[in-house]
Structure formats: structure tokens, C-alpha cells
């Protein structure tokens, strides 16, 4: 998906710059990047970081790099940040974007006579296209707006600049943009995870289509927020670092919310036993600790985590090796395994095929009963908004393939949405059987909603349910 940081300080700013951008490693595996400002101009630097953490990748560079302002990324796809020589004056940009009509904007452009450099893999770097929509307008407010406008699907930017550093977040606030401050500095970031541990506090969320200018004094509202928002509710189940909080609501509590919600459904059904409550390392940590709390049952660790050698995500190509590198970070403990019946709590049920790996896991090492709560209603959907990589293809999801193997001829999804219907029950249990499972029982999309916080017309639930604002 990726994620952004900028700061701008009265002093030199690279080590925020270095450790907030940083704090985003967990939104992308592709390439790392960070522009400065500095008195004889612009100094960047990009990096692959599909093997190599960002800190490492970044740590010779900043011994060098100085400036008092600047802006990093994480990026999922294309290189950045770009450095643009424009008639709007020269500015550094990194952004957060998916372009779904990247098409007819490159027509557009090709109209006018426009060229992009091709990224060493072809294709035409999205960020580039961006560059590009700016510069139409006559001021950099306008060609922001612009951007913001024309780009189907999402885009959040950031824009360093001889004046100031222009933040800007999606017209439907699909991702989040958050302002912080500290003596002497403002800053913004994708992630308010990025905050504490370089001393800045949060001044609030950025609304949709707002934008912003941080000087080192402080920052001007130069657009004002539109009235509708669509974040991306994933931000709170999967995506989001747990320490990070968006729309002032934090990522761990939703979780823990999400997860006593599922007990409750279970204690009320009154058709679960079980002896301990786990969460699938690391997005389904704090779902377990909220179901566990909830159920008055012990959480445990019957999966570690093994880090030490696989510090970064490495991120092979094929999505077979990227299930066999899942797989070989968790370690079974075979004592708090073998005759017990578990409960585990999981952000979401993708593909399943990762997740039926691990529930084998655990008959091998002699589980009697194994239980999953996902913490969000069946994936239905691709995501069209963001960069989101799980899987390109919605046949490919395991609701969807449950749906093919009951009904192949099934072309209307709407009873298999309500999860009151027969049909959605014969789905989930064909899911159960493939995995085989003790039980299965998904989060309700009004008891996601409700551990979120926010009203359901705020949120995008596209995945789930179809419903939402383009
Ligand atoms: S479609 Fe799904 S992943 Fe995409 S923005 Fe909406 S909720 Fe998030």
C-alpha cells in the first residue's frame, strides 16, 4: 500500500526524516526513498528494500544527507521520491496513490505532447503521472487539486518545496494523512505510530481532500476538507501498525473491540468450547487478546514468531514461496498444542491457503479441535482503491471459490452477503471443510463497523460488501 512521512524543523531534520519514514516499513516492500531541502538545494536517495530493511539500505546515506525539511516513503510499487524542475517552481513529491484510469491520463498527456521516463521494469512511474496532473494548474494549490480530482482510485501527496512542505490527502480520505508537532517542528505521516519515538505529538487527522502547508512555524490549511470520508476500514483490521491511530481511534484497541465481539457472538450461540485463545502472529494478536478477555479464557502462544532471520519481509515473486516464507516464521509449541482445543483469531481469511497450512500444523503436533473467529465478514471483492496485494483476483479469494464449488452457476452475491441466510451458511461451511476446521464463524460487518467507531457511511467496507463511493 505504502506510507509517507515529512517534517520540517528549525534545526536539521534527518533523523526524524530517517526514523519516521522508517516507522512505515510494514506498508511496503518495494522501494524506500527520502528527499531533503537544505541551502544548496534538493538531496534524495531511493533504494530497493525488497531484501534489505530501510534502515539499512538508508544508514551510510544519512551520515551525508542534511536538511531542514523533507519527505520519505515507503513504496509498494514505483521508485520515488521524484524531483520535478516545473513552472510552478522545483519540488520533491512522494506519494500514496493508486491510478485506475492511468490510461486515458497518459492519452491525455501524449495529447499535449507530454513524456514520462519509463521505470527499469516499463511502464510509467504513477508518481510521474502525478507530477504531471499538478503542474496543469497554475499554482500549486490548483495543480494539487487538480491531481486529486482526476485520479480514479486514491491518492494522497506530499509535495517538498522551497516554500514549505504541501500535504494533501485523498479526495475520500481512502488513506490517512496525520499532522504532528514538537518544539521547533511540524510533521506529517501516514502512520502515527511514527510520532512518539521522535518526540512528536499529534495535532489531528487531516480530513479528505485537505491540504495543508508545514512550515517550521506551523501549518496553513490552503484547502479546506470536503464533507465525505471513506477510509479504508482494513486500516484497522489488517494494514495498520498497532500503535498507530487514525480518525483518533487506535489500531490495537479496534482490535481487541473486534475480537470481544466474536466471544460475545460465540457465548451467545453458547456452541464453543475450548480450552486456550491464540492469535495468528501479528495481526491476529490483538483480535485474540480481545477475544480472550472477553471469554474469560487464557491467551497463549501456541505459534512464535521467529524474526531474528527474517527481519524484513522477504517477498519472492511467486505467491507459493510467499506462503512457504509465512509458514516458516511461525514455530509450533508442541506443549501448548497436543490435546487442546484452540481458538484462533485471524485478521481475515484471504486465499486460506496460508491459513490451511497452519491449521495442519497443528493436527501434526496433535491439536484435538481447532476453531478460527476471522475478525472481518467473508473477503468478497477486490480492492479498486489501493495498491492492496493479497490477491489481484476476487475468484481467487476463498469465499468466493466456496461460493463457485457450492453453486458454479452463482451470478448474484447478494443472499451470500447477509449473513443470516442459508446460502451464506453453506459458504462459510464449505470454507471450514477445506480448512478443515472444528468451526468457523466470521466477524458481522455491523460488529466490525461498531469496533471501529465511526459510522458505517464513513468507512469503506468495499471488500465485504460492495458498498461504496467512487
Ligand atoms: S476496498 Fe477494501 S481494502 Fe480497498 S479501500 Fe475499501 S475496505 Fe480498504
Redo the contacts with the bound molecule.
Sequence with gaps: MGGMFGVVSTGDCVTELFYGTDYHSHLGTEYGGIILRNREGFDREIHSIRSTQFRSAFEEDIGHMHGNSGIGVISDYEPQPLFQETHLGRYGIVTVSRINNLEPLLRQAFNQRVHFSSMGHGGVNPTDVISYLINQGSTLVEGIQNALAAVQG?CSLLLLTDSGLYAARDRLG?TPLVIGRKEGAYAVATETCAFPNIDFEIVRDMGPGEVIRLTEEGYEQLVPPGQEL?I????WIYYGFPASSYEGINVEVVRNRCGAACARRDMAAGDTQIDLVAGIPDSGTGHGIGYAEQARIPYRRPFIKYNATWARSFMPEEQRLRDLVAEMKLIPVRELIQGQRLLFCEDSIVRGTQLQDTIQMLYDCGAREVHVRPACPPLM?V????N?SRTKTAMALAARKAIHEVAPEEADLSPYLDSASPRYQEMVDRVRQRMRLTSLRYQTLEDMVAAIGLPKERL????WDHS?HF
Design positions: 486514491s481512502r471513506q479504508c476500514a482494513f486500516h471483492y480492492c479498486p482503491f489501493l492492496y469503506c467496507t468495499h471488500c461504496s
